[in-house]
Structure formats: C-alpha cells, structure tokens
C-alpha cells in the first residue's frame, strides 16, 4: 500500500505537490470513487486510478538522462508560447515519459537530469535534502574578496538567506568567471542572488548536481546514467 499522490507521482503523471492539488480539487478517482482528502492509500497493483478520467497505469520501470542542456531550451516538456523544450532532445529515444528535475533557464547550459522516478526527483529538488549544485557562471565586473565574504556569509534572497561556497576562476576585462555552488534551486536563484551583490550574471552553466558530473558529454547530448550514479543519486537523498 502506498499513497495516491506518491503513486501518481511515481506514475509519472504529476510532482507530490501537484497531485496533491489535484486531489484537492477533486480531479482524481480511485476505484471509481472521487479522493479529496490527503493520506488515502492504494494498491497500485488492484486499485484503479484516474486523472480527469484517464486512467493511471502503474508506474514503469524507472528511467533517469543525464542531458547537456544547450541554450534556447526550456527545462519543460510542454511550452505554450511554442519554444523549444528539453524532451524534444530525447528524440523518441525512450517509451517512458520523462521530466525535468528542477530546471536550469532558457539561456542556461549544462547538466540537467530528466526522470521517470517522481519519488527521486521530490526528494533531489526539494530543499531539506541540501543536494548541491555546482555552476561555473560569468558575472558583468571584478568581483572583490569583501563580494566574496558576503556570499560565502549569506545574502538574503525573498524570504530566506542563500549562502554560497564561491571560487574565482578566471579575471577578465570587466567580467569574473566564478564557480558557484548551492544546495537549493529556486527560482532564477543564481541570476538573483548575483545581481544582489551587484554582479549580473552574464553566461550560467551547471557542471554537477549532487554525486553527478557533466563531464565531456556534447552539448546537446544525453547518456542514461549508471547503476552507480542511480545509487549514489539515492544515497544522496536517503532513498538507500
């Protein structure tokens, strides 16, 4: 037995938080019956699940990409406004519908992972879990030790302060080329966080994520991972 929206989830239907809205709005049905309350719990084997009416098939063997995101794409599987999106990389090259784990911007680049496996996504963006993020990122100025301190000691972003470990790899004509690392994803978080300190990013790129590396995969390109990623992946994120 196990949860409706976690099943959903692992279906590949839908994040926890946005089964979870649509439970509460009375979009899903188990057996039938309409489910608006959180912590039902199903068989996913005998229980029938539906979406809107569509029924729900039990989640398929889990399938995680490591993509090397180029610029101009969004980190989507659908765009409204009709711009490129990251699965059109995939090219059909998998049955399974995957999604993007988090997002990196349109005119980002670097390592993006898509997945099948909702449980893992959850837990790799969601904030508690501190998975580290790794950019090497050009900002427009020089950027000063006492710059460096404040980011390294915190800068407060919304709601909440953002610190970050902060290396400079490159000094150039009016830019800096840094490599950043977070432990949350927020949204445009990077872009934010520098312009606070009155840097503006120029040019953004993910090289890891948690235990993973970009390495030389082409810009582009997309290669499943292994068996010891997938593990070390959950071992990040107390899956294992």
């Known amino acids: 037995m196990e949860r409706l929206h976690k099943f959903l989830s692992r279906a590949g239907v839908a994040s926890r938080r ?4 649509w439970i509460r709005a009375g979009r899903v049905a188990v057996n ?21 009416g569509r029924l729900v098939r039990p989640p398929a063997a889990p399938v995680t990409v490591m993509l090397h995101k180029p610029y101009g794409y969004i980190s989507s599987t659908h765009d409204p406004q009709g711009r490129r999106v990251v699965t059109d990389l995939l090219k059909d090259a998998f ?6 784990v988090g997002r990196l911007d349109y005119d980002a680049t ?11 996504a959850y837990r790799l963006t969601h904030p508690g ?3 580290p993020r ?13 710059t460096l301190d404040r980011l390294t000691e ?3 972003v919304g709601d909440r302060t953002v610190t970050a470990l902060v290396e400079v790899k490159k000094r150039e004509s009016g830019r800096t080329v840094l490599e950043l690392v977070l432990r949350e994803g927020r949204y445009h978080l990077v872009k ?29 390109d997309f290669r499943m991972l292994s068996r010891e990623e997938i593990e070390a992946l959950k071992t990040k994120v107390q899956m294992r």
């Open 192 to 220: 934010r966080l520098l312009l606070h300190v009155g840097h503006p990013v120029l040019k953004l790129k993910r090289i890891a994520f948690g235990p993973l590396h970009l390495g030389t995969l082409p810009r582009g």
């Open 95 to 100: 049955k399974e519908r995957l999604y993007p």
């Open 134 to 146: 790794v950019y090497r990122v050009t900002v427009a100025g020089e950027v000063s030790p006492e």
């Open 154 to 156: 915190g800068v407060k």
């Open 129 to 131: 879990y501190q998975v």
């Open 18 to 21: 946005l089964a979870e809205d």
């Open 32 to 52: 039938g019956q309409v489910v608006t309350e959180m912590g039902v719990k199903i068989d996913a084997d005998r229980d029938k699940v539906q979406v809107d």
């Open 110 to 120: 670097g390592l993006l992972l898509l997945t099948n496996d909702g449980d893992l």
